[in-house]
């Protein structure tokens, strides 16, 4: 006896909406006792990263079928900004978060949260499968252009400090 059809969607979101939440708390939390440490820079990114690139990665299996390219964008973005991050770190120079990585946060997990909310009108057989899929994929590709575009965002606007740190 598994997860039902119409319960793991709603299990889904309830289990996303709580990460998130549990994230957003946490950075609330250190920012107002002073408690932003330098690791913790380094370290959040990159276990929110994990955390939604696990939720993609789950979704190319299973009625959704997300192509496997796509989450690999977000995969390769991320790995190459963390790389950068550590470097610099490791050399003396921390690189801020920046306003476009934020939303691109905010925009993977609504983009995760809308193709878990259309999972419900497909098990209840007003969404078809082809439908579900179309539309997943299209949502995650504008998701993805996003995520490109903030890594190039993030690499221009850190490029003097990436070039000294690589330098050094």
Known sequence: MGIGALALPLILIGLVAIAELTDLFDGMAARKRNQVT???KLLDPMADSIFRLSVFLALTKGPVSLPLWL???FFYRDSVISLLRTVCALRGFTLAARFSGKVKAVVQG???QAILILMIPHAMGFLSLGALQTISF?????TVAYTIFSGIEYLRANQGYIKKALVK
């Not at 299209?138 to 504008?142: D, G, M």
């Open 138 to 142: 299209y949502i995650v590709s504008a």
């Open 71 to 73: 989450v690999l964008c």
């Open 110 to 112: 609504i983009a995760a």
């Open 38 to 40: 330098e690791l913790g």
